[in-house]
């Protein structure tokens, strides 16, 4: 069904896009700064919020159809200067395959895209291989909803349908455990309902986490 999501994917999440997403978008990417990628960055959404501090961005998406509108999205904003030439490119590289050396990113993006990713552990293994040691992870993504458990025995009885429709999205991932056990190091964390969302996936999460410094990354005194 991807042939049929790409195009209507923006149409669909149009009114909570409108309603929190932009909002919560634009102030998870401020901080940003330096060599940065999006991993699964669909239709582009968040082009638009990268600040002029970071240098660059390697936008990925595996999806030929939502990567059509991301690379017409990113012409825009090169042509509106939001992007210096050179300063963004787009792969075709899945989340759990990044052609990025180990160690060599400031920031690592991901929002709303582990819930479609087949294998969420090794996505989140890449994106501690890729970061510098103390890099962010920022993410956004719709969770279980373990706080109210009539909504997650609907998440649970639809799960089936639903990711055979939206591009394989799960219903009932639980992201922020999965970025803990990926040993990347919660530095926020907001739970909160999206408004104007389908109600299936009005519980998210979002923030940022660490990559973990070790001693060995400690400059010697």
Not at 54 to 76: I, S
């Amino acid at each position: 069904m991807a042939w049929l999501l790409a195009p209507l994917y923006d149409r669909i999440v149009a009114p909570a896009e409108e309603a929190c997403f932009q909002g919560w978008r634009h102030e998870l990417l401020a901080g940003l700064t330096g060599d940065v990628l999006e991993i699964g960055a669909g239709t582009g959404a968040n082009v638009a919020h990268y600040p002029a501090a970071v240098r660059r961005v390697v936008f990925t998406e595996p999806d030929p159809g939502m990567r059509r509108q991301l690379e017409e999205r990113l012409a825009a904003a090169r042509g509106g200067g939001t992007f210096a030439p050179g300063a963004a490119e787009v792969r075709t590289d899945r989340a759990a395959a990044l052609s990025v050396p180990s160690g060599s990113l400031d920031a690592v993006v991901g929002t709303l895209v582990l819930c479609t990713v087949p294998d969420p552990a090794a996505a989140l293994a890449e994106v501690r291989r890729v970061l510098k040691p103390g890099g962010t992870f920022t993410f956004l993504e719709h969770v279980a909803a373990d706080d109210r458990p009539d909504r997650l025995r609907w998440q649970r009885r639809l799960d089936p349908v639903w990711r055979r429709v939206a591009g394989g999205c799960r219903l009932t991932r639980r992201t922020a455990e999965a970025i803990e056990a990926a040993g990347l190091e919660p530095v926020d964390l907001t739970r909160e309902s999206a408004r104007k969302a389908i109600a299936l996936i009005r519980p998210t999460i979002r923030g940022h986490a660490m990559a973990p410094i070790t001693a060995l990354d400690r400059p010697s005194s």
